[in-house]
């Protein structure tokens, strides 16, 4: 009996030339995709042009010098940023309310160059030069605004949330001069809704500040 094994036998079977090898499979990988292997582990590829992407996407902003309570300031913001957001997030200046966001509750009223703005509409980029009031602006030192008194004598609140825009909207309406009677007090402020239902108050206040009651 012949113990000779035939050489094709005691060979291995040729790999087919279609198959890459391992290495080639690697460095084709490594060369089309940017992987760098490396003592086990697996590299990202390349951020460099992902950032470059990003910053070329980045929105457009805008550089905007404007007074806050007598405060002069000047930021450089996105040109989509609203003035209360300036106010909130940029300034600290949290008293006037993010409501509605659509101009439709009067939360957020403030006081640009003497008149009243929804500050959640008005893009601060549109406010160079202008002087804006909140809240926070209206007392002198310790001494508070008289509707800000009045707001207090007359229990003009409950939750609070809408306070600041309806006292702002308050001093707006008396500067316009819009505080002749209850009924001329409440159609000039019908912008700033109250959901505690303090209307009758809120009127009551205006008129004592105004020197009417």
């Not at 590829?45 to 929105?59: F, I, M, Q, Y």
């Not at 509707?147 to 949330?161: S, T």
């Not at 001069?177 to 159609?187: C, D, L, Q, V």
Request: proline share 4%; aromatic share 4%.
């Amino acid at each position: 009996m012949s113990t000779e094994t035939s050489e094709s036998a005691a060979l291995p079977p040729t790999r087919p030339s279609s198959t890459p090898s391992r290495r080639t499979f690697i460095a084709t990988t490594s060369a089309a995709g940017g992987v760098i292997a490396a003592g086990g582990l697996v590299a990202a590829p390349s951020l460099l042009g992902v950032e470059e992407a990003a910053a070329a996407e980045a929105p457009p902003s805008s550089r905007v010098s404007l007074t806050v309570n007598g405060k002069r300031y000047t930021v450089t913001v996105d040109n989509r940023t609203s003035l209360l957001d300036l106010l909130r997030e940029h300034l600290g200046l949290t008293g006037s309310k993010k409501g509605c966001n659509a101009g439709a509750c009067g939360a957020c009223t403030v006081l640009v160059d003497g008149r009243r703005v929804n500050s959640c509409l008005t893009l601060a980029v549109r406010l160079e030069g202008a002087a804006v009031t909140t809240v926070e602006g209206l007392a002198k030192g310790d001494q508070l605004h008289p509707l800000q008194q009045a707001f207090i004598d007359q229990d003009a609140f409950q939750c609070g949330y809408c306070t600041p825009g309806q006292i702002v909207s308050g001093v707006g309406c008396m500067k316009e001069g819009h505080t002749g009677s209850a009924e001329e007090i409440r159609e000039w402020m019908s912008g700033n809704i109250c959901r505690c239902g303090c209307y009758v108050k809120i009127v009551r206040a205006v008129e004592q500040a105004s020197g009417r009651k």
